[in-house]
C-alpha cells in the first residue's frame, strides 16, 4: 500500500536571482512602473509591439484592476510619480491572454468563416463581461466606489443578460444580481468553447447561443457602467488582451472590428510580437482598417528597430533604468537591502572601452602576430598615430582610409577631422575589433553592462539569462559576485558567450525540409554568414553586417512560415521597409558567433537572388555553404565595383579570387 | 500472482492497481483495444490474455512503418495473438496516420457495438505501445459518455538501453509538432485565474523546457519517477532535464513510474491547492502510467486540462518489456 511520506520536495538548487522564471513563482512578480505609464492610459486603443520578453505582457499587466486596488500578489516599482500615476488614475482593466494551443481548435472548427468570426467574436465578449463582472463584484468589497443600490444593479443584469441571449434561449434568474449573471456568463463562454472544440455543426451551436456582435456587449456594459454610475464618468475601461500574434487573421479581423467600434469609457489595448500582428484589417466595410483608430507603443527601448510602418513610433521606455531597475529588484527579493542598497549594475558590470579591452588581449596574447600587431600599433607606424588598437588595425588593412584635405587653416582642419573620425569611428571600430579577435584567435571580450543590454535587445529575459550565466561565472554567491566592481571582464566573457551558447542549443533542431535543415541549422548558417562579413576582406564592403535583406514577394511559403517561427519562437528579428524585409538574428546568439553585439539592421547585406534564400534555408548544408560563399563574393564583387572598373573588378573575382584573401588589400 | 499495490477512491472513480512479473490477465471483456507497434513489449498484453477473453477486439496498426521491419514483424503476431484472445474476428483500424488522433478514436468507437456503451461493460485498453492521446482520450470519453464503465488498463514496462545505442536509448521522438489538447481532456479554463503547469517529467529535457518556453505558465510544478522501471532511470531523468529544473526550479513530486494509481493519489494531494487558485494543465512527458494518473486526476472534476506534445517523428527501436507489467483496475 501507499506510503504517505512526504514526497514532495523542494528544489535543491542553489539561488540564482537572476533565474529567469524563478521569483515570478517564490515570491510574486514585481513590476516596474514606467513614467510613459501616462500615455498607456488613454481612451486611445493601444497595441504593444515588441520581441519576446521585451514586457509586454507586465505593461498589460500593469493597468488590471487588481493590480491598482492592490489586491494581486503582483507589486509594483517605480519612481513616486508613475507609481502615484497609476493608483490615481480612473480605469478598469481585465486582463486575458490568448490560449495559442485553443486558436488552432477554432480554427479547424468546420464551420464557414462567417459563423467561425461570429462565434469567436461573442466568446470573447462573453469571456471579458465575466471578467468586468467578476472585477466590480470583487472592487466593491473593497472600495464603496462601486456600490449600486438593488434596483440599479437589476436594471443592468436586465439589460446585459438580454443583450446576451435572444429571448426564447434567455436563462431566467430569479436573482438578478452582478454574481447570478457572471455564473451564467461563464457557463456560456465555457459551453461556446466546449462545442467548439467538439467540432459541433453549426445549427447545434445556433440552437443553443444566439450571436452578439463584436464589441458590442462590451459596449452594452460601457453604456450600462456611464449611465449608473454618473460620478465615474470619467472612468475607463480597459480590454486587455494579451499575445495577439498567436491569433489567426480570421480572428484578429473580429477583434479590430471591435476596436474600431467601440466607446467611451471602453478601450482596448493590445500586445503583439512586432512584425507580428496578424492583420490591421476589419470585418467592417466602413472602416475596413483599424490604423487610424489605433496607437501602436513600442517596448521597451526608445525607438523600436524592429517595428515598422506607421507601428514605429517615438517614445517606449528607457531600456537601460528599466533593466537596471529590474535587475536590482531581483536582488532586493533575495538579499538583504544592506548588501545591495548601493548597487548599481551599471558599475557592477562597468563600461564597455573597447580599446582598452582589446589592448589587454593584445597584451596577454603568446601569439607572435598579435606581438608585432601590438607593436605596430604603440609605436606610431599607424597613420594619424595615437593608440587606438581598432584605428591602428583599420590602418594597416587600409579599410576605409581617409586623408584630410590639404592647405587647411588649422581650425578648419581639426573640424572635418572631427567629423570624420567620429563617422569613422562609430561605424568601424567595432567591426574592427572583432575582425580583429578571429585574425588573432581571440574571443571577442563582450562585457559591460551596455553591452549586455544592446545584446538582449529590448528582452528583460534574455538579459536576466545572461546575468544569471555571469552570476555562475563569478562563483554563484552574493559576496563573489559583487567582491571585485567592476566584475573582471573575463568573466563576464565567460558568462555572455555560455549563455549564447546554452540559448542556441534551445532552438528547435526539428527536420524541416527534406534536406535535413531545421531552425536551429538555418539559425547556424546565418550566424555563420553574419561572422564572415564581419571578418577580413569581407568587411571591405560593409561594416556591422549582421542581417539580410530580401524583397518582401520572396518571403512567401515556406520562407515566410520560418521566419514567422524564428520570430515567434524569439531567435530572429524582422523589420520591413520599402518593399524590403530585413532578417537578423536576436543579438542574445551573437558572442556564439562572434558578431558585433549591436543593432543588427545598421548594414544588412541584400541578397540578390531568390535561389539564394531558399539554398541558404532550405538546401544541404553543402549547398548552404555555397550560398554563404556566393554571398560573401558578392560583397566583395560590390567593394571592387566601388574602387574599381567593373571589367577589372570581374577579372578579379573570375580569376585572381585568391588575392582577396591572401595579399595586401586594395587601397581606396 | 498479482500484487495490489495501491487503491484509491475519489468523486465517483475508484482505481486499484497490481503488477506482477508472470501473472496472467483473468477475466472476460467487452470490448479489446490493441495497438500496433515496433515494440515487442506491444504483444504483452495479448499474450497474457486468456483465450476467448475479449468479446469485440479492435487492433489499431498506424500507417507509419519502418524500414528495419519490426512492424511487419510485430503485427502478424499481434493479429494472432489478438485473433486468439477474441471470440469474433478482431477488428482492424489502418491506413491512417498516428497525427490523426480524432480521427482514429472516432473510428475505434464507431466499431464498437452500440450495445456495448450501456451500464457495466468492462474495457481493456493496452497502453504499452499506444500514443498518449488515445488511451487518454478513450479514457476521457468513457467518462463522459458511458455509464459506470469497469475498465482494466494495462501497460508493460520497458528497457530502453537494451536493443539500442546508449547515446539514443532515452530519446524516442524527434522534433516538435503541434501542441494540442488531448481529445475530451481540455479542461474549463477560468479566465480570471492563473495556469499552473505540473510537468511529468521523462528523459526528453527538450521538450519540458521547450514547452516551458513557449507557454511561460505563471506556476509550475514537476513530477519525477522514482522508483523508475530501472534502477537508473530517476538519475537519468533528472540529468536530462537539468536545464529546466535550474531555469524553472519547479517544486517536485517522485512518484513509482509504473503505478498510475499512486501517481493519481500524490497528484492530487501536490495540486489540492493549485486547483482551487489556478487552472491546471499537466504535460505528460514522461511514463505512460503517470499520465494515466494526471488523467484520472483531471477527471474528477473535469476543470485541469492535458496537454500533448505532437513530435515530429518517433525514433524507431524496439523497447522489450521490462521485469514487471502492470495493470490499473478502474471504475467510474
Known sequence: MLNHQDDIISS?????????????????????????????????????????????????????????????????????????????????????????????????????????????????????????????????????????????????????????????????????????????????????????????????????????????????????????????????????????????????????????????????????????????????????????????????????????????????????????????????????????EKLDHNKLLGPFNLEKVLMKKLVDSESDDARDFLDYASTGKAEGEGPAITKAWLSKKSVREYKLPIDLEEKEAKRIERQIASRYSKKWNHVAGMALCKEYGFIFPYSGFRVVLNLSAGSIRELLRVMSMIWEEAGGSLSEFIKVQPIPQEIQTRGIVKAAEARFELIDSSIISESGTSLQSICNRLGQLFSSCQSYPYILTTAETASISIRNEWAEGDVKEIIRKGIGSGWLLKREENGRIFVALHPVLSPKFQISFRNPFYYPEPISNKEIIKTLFFGSDQEANLAIKNVLEGRIYRYLKRHKTKLEASSIINEKQGFLFNSNPIKE | MWDMVSEYQSHGITARSFKTKEGKIEGDFDIGIFFGSYESRTLESSKLLGANSCKTSIIIFFMETDKRGFRKKYDKEILKQVSICSSREPNVVSNRSINNVQDILNAILKIIPFSEYSEDKKWFIDTSSSPKPYFLGLLAYLRDKVFSPRITMFNSTAQYEKSNDPQEAFSFTEGFGQYIWMPWLWGRPDPRLPWTYLFLLGFEGDRSLGTYDIFEPDRVKAVISDPGYQENYPNEAKARNRQFLEEVCPEILYTNAGDAVETWVKIDKFIAEDRSNSNICFVPLGPKPHSIGACLSALTDGSPAIMYLMPKSHKIRDVPRGEFVWRYEIKM
Open chain 1, 12 to 340: 535543491r538548487f542553489e539561488m540564482n536571482p537572476y533565474f529567469y522564471g524563478r521569483s515570478e513563482q517564490e515570491h510574486g512578480q514585481i513590476l516596474f512602473v514606467p513614467n510613459r505609464i501616462a500615455k498607456w492610459i488613454t481612451r486611445k486603443p493601444l497595441c504593444f509591439l515588441g520581441v519576446r520578453g521585451s514586457g509586454k505582457s507586465s505593461a498589460l499587466k500593469l493597468l488590471t484592476w487588481d493590480v491598482k486596488w492592490n489586491v494581486s500578489s503582483i507589486k509594483t516599482t517605480g519612481s513616486p510619480e508613475a507609481l502615484r500615476f497609476l493608483q490615481n488614475f480612473k480605469h478598469i482593466g481585465v486582463y486575458y491572454r490568448v490560449e495559442d494551443i485553443d486558436v488552432p481548435l477554432w480554427d479547424r472548427w468546420n464551420v464557414i468563416e462567417d459563423t467561425a468570426q461570429r462565434y469567436f467574436g461573442t466568446y470573447i465578449d462573453l469571456l471579458y463581461l465575466d471578467l468586468l463582472l467578476d472585477a466590480l463584484i470583487c472592487i466593491r468589497r473593497i472600495s464603496r466606489s462601486l456600490f449600486l443600490g438593488r434596483v440599479e444593479e437589476k436594471e443592468i443584469t436586465k439589460s446585459l443578460l438580454k443583450e446576451c441571449f435572444r429571448a426564447d434561449m434567455r436563462p431566467r434568474l430569479l436573482d438578478l444580481s452582478f454574481m447570478a449573471l457572471r455564473e451564467i456568463i461563464a457557463d456560456a463562454h465555457q459551453t461556446i468553447r466546449q462545442l467548439v472544440l467538439q467540432d459541433v455543426s453549426e445549427e447545434e451551436i445556433k440552437q443553443t447561443y444566439s450571436v452578439i456582435g463584436p464589441g458590442s456587449l462590451l459596449k452594452k456594459f460601457g453604456d450600462q457602467f456611464a449611465n449608473y454610475y454618473p460620478k465615474m464618468a470619467d472612468w475607463a475601461i480597459l480590454i486587455l488582451l494579451d499575445d495577439c500574434n498567436f491569433l489567426k487573421k480570421w480572428q484578429m479581423k473580429v477583434l479590430n472590428t471591435a476596436v474600431a467600434g467601440c466607446r467611451k469609457p471602453i478601450t482596448y489595448k493590445f500586445s503583439s510580437l512586432a512584425g507580428l500582428y496578424p492583420t490591421c484589417d476589419t470585418m467592417n466595410d466602413d472602416r475596413p482598417v483599424i490604423l487610424d483608430y489605433m496607437d501602436f507603443e513600442p517596448l521597451p527601448s526608445h525607438s523600436n528597430s524592429f517595428a515598422t510602418g506607421k507601428t514605429r513610433v517615438k517614445g517606449g521606455t528607457q531600456y537601460p533604468n528599466l533593466a537596471n531597475r529590474i535587475c536590482k529588484a531581483r536582488m532586493e527579493q533575495h538579499f538583504s537591502k544592506e548588501h545591495i
